[in-house]
Nanobody, 122 residues
């Protein structure tokens, strides 16, 4: 089973930046769609960004132009660069892996990390 470990979360003021990392083990990361999801208190988990095996990326509308997802297959790591952070970006951020095509639906991803907390203050 794929193991995913997120890091890089923290507390920042609005307008600040963070870079999240997702270390992948027990899998050939190049075979997977990799996604970042987030969940705010009292809300459903939502897709933030994903990157497929050909490095094509998709983003939820609210983060377009501010977040960038990337992958380094040799290092078995997926990144989420988050700039111009807003208070509404606050939440637990999860990395997830899926064999096959990327989708924005959390239910389509089998393997998940434990999450890393991002808190943005105004």
């Amino acid at each position: 089973q794929v193991q995913l470990v997120e890091s890089g979360g923290g507390s920042v003021q609005a307008g600040g930046s963070l870079r999240l990392s997702c270390a992948v083990s027990r899998a050939t990361v190049s075979n997977y769609c990799m996604g970042w999801f987030r969940q705010a208190p009292g809300k459903e988990r939502e897709g933030v960004a994903d990157i497929d095996r050909s490095y094509a990326t998709t983003y939820t509308e609210s983060v377009k132009g501010r977040f960038t997802i990337s992958r380094d297959n040799a290092q078995k790591t997926v990144y989420l660069q988050m700039n111009s952070l807003k208070p509404e970006d606050t939440g637990m951020y999860y990395c997830a892996a899926r064999l096959g095509l990327c989708t924005p639906r959390p239910a389509d991803f089998r393997d998940w990390g434990q999450g890393t907390q991002v808190t943005v203050s105004s």
